[in-house]
């Protein structure tokens, strides 16, 4: 059976956040040389930084999650990928994570972002040191947010 992340949504997905990071941010999240869509998907996927990313529905839903994501959340790919992800927050967390969202929003990349985040069985962590950035599809539209932070502790 074919790992979820190699699915071609997955792949497409790995390559904006990828390609956003870099435009957005002016620095690769990967190290040079990857060669192909399915070579960033690889290296993304077991990448040694915590990468999610959700899209822009009215309550944006999980839409990737790497190795070290789905391990730190404590979910299967098909659980993580059809979590709200405001359920990554606690409530009385929610309303920094919107003001955060907010300010990815209008400036496009917010780095050295902190937080509280609970995993699926309720476990609480902080994350720290994380970059969020818009993502931007094949015509430069917004079309979701990413994060990435390599920094957590357990509470």
């Not at 949504?9 to 192909?36: E, K, N, Y």
């Not at 972002?113 to 609970?118: E, F, H, L, S, W």
Request: aromatic share 8%.
């Amino acid at each position: 059976m074919t790992p979820a992340w190699r699915a071609a949504a997955a792949v497409l997905q790995a390559r904006r956040i990828v390609d956003s990071h870099r435009l957005l941010t002016g620095r690769d999240l990967l190290p040079a040389g990857v060669p192909d869509a399915a070579g960033v998907a690889a290296a993304l996927q077991h990448a040694p930084l915590v990468i999610v990313s959700h899209g822009l529905e009215a309550d944006p839903v999980l839409n990737y999650g790497n190795a070290a994501a789905l391990a730190l959340w404590e979910m299967p790919w098909d659980k993580f990928t059809r979590t709200p992800s405001r359920l990554t927050a606690e409530a009385p967390e929610r309303g920094e994570r919107e003001r955060l969202l907010s300010a990815v929003s209008s400036q496009g990349f917010v780095d050295d972002y902190a937080g509280v985040r609970i995993s699926g069985t309720g476990r609480r962590f902080m994350i720290e040191q994380a970059t969020v950035w818009n993502l931007l599809d094949e015509r430069g539209a917004r079309c979701g947010q990413a994060a990435a932070f390599a920094v957590w502790r357990y509470l």
